[in-house]
């Protein structure tokens, strides 16, 4: 199997998802080379830009096999200024996990509501989800915050359930329903969604009951 002949994109009022690309690693590397970004995450900060190109390089493959759906958030002139993702899908129960990280300068700005907009749109119409997920470290509050100000619920935490560097971590699980998102801000952002979605993320089409 091939990738669709034209990349899904989400154009936002001021942001665009699209797939990264090779010319994106200077960047990246920028971005995710502070320890503060990549803290609640099992990989960085980023030592060498080779680690941002190779992981550049992995996505294709990812998107193929259905293991990751991966968006640099990019600004009006097109600069990456973040990573949002959809992970751990699972079709048959039309779910996905959220994983989002914006370089520090970006914190605070409104950009990470605009790109969760932008993802959730992805999720919940062109992939017919009915969950969107996240798992946030307990100790990563303004995560937290920020999933619970867009309309996710807290679910309670998943106990040793991610291990970074053999160290357990207790996760806040958080999720958005598509009728709950169907009334919320996020859905009243205004996207424009070009080309194809990957076949290994689209859910199937929704049973008439
Ligand atoms: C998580 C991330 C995308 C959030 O984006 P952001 O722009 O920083 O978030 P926002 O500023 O919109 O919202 C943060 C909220 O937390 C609050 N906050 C900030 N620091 C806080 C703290 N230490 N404790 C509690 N709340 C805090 C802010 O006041 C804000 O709430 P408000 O809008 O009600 O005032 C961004 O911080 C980031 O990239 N972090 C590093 C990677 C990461 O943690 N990714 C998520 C993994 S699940």
């Known amino acids: 199997m091939s990738e669709p002949a034209q990349d899904l994109t989400a154009n936002g009022p001021l942001l665009t998802l699209r797939y990264p690309r090779a010319a994106d690693a200077p960047r990246l590397f920028e971005l995710a080379s502070d320890p503060e970004v990549t803290q609640p995450f099992s990989w960085g900060p980023y030592e060498k830009q080779s680690e941002a190109a190779e992981w550049i390089a992995s ?3 990812n998107r193929l096999d259905g293991l990751a759906l991966e968006f640099a958030i990019a600004d009006p002139a097109d600069r990456p200024i973040g990573i949002i993702s959809l992970l751990e899908v699972s079709l048959r129960d039309r779910r996905g996990v959220i994983g989002i990280w914006l370089g520090r300068e970006f914190w605070g700005s409104g950009v990470g509501d605009e790109a969760e907009a932008l993802l959730a ?4 119409e062109p992939l017919r989800m ?3 997920g996240a798992w946030v470290d307990v100790e990563n509050h303004r995560s937290q915050r920020a999933f619970e100000r867009l309309g996710f619920t807290n679910e309670g ?3 040793s359930f ?5 160290r357990p971590h207790d996760l806040v699980s958080y999720s958005l329903l598509r009728a ?3 009334g919320s801000a996020m859905a009243a952002v205004a996207v424009e969604l070009m080309g194809e979605a990957p076949a290994a ?3 199937g089409p929704r049973s008439a009951g």
Not at 121 to 124: K, L, N, P, T, V
Not at 162 to 166: E, G, I, L, P
């Open 162 to 166: 991610q291990r970074h560097y053999d």
């Open 121 to 124: 749109r992805i999720a919940f």
């Open 180 to 182: 709950e998102w169907v």
């Open 59 to 61: 996505l294709s493959r």
């Open 157 to 159: 935490v998943l106990r």
């Open 201 to 203: 993320f689209v859910c």
């Open 130 to 132: 009915e969950r969107l």
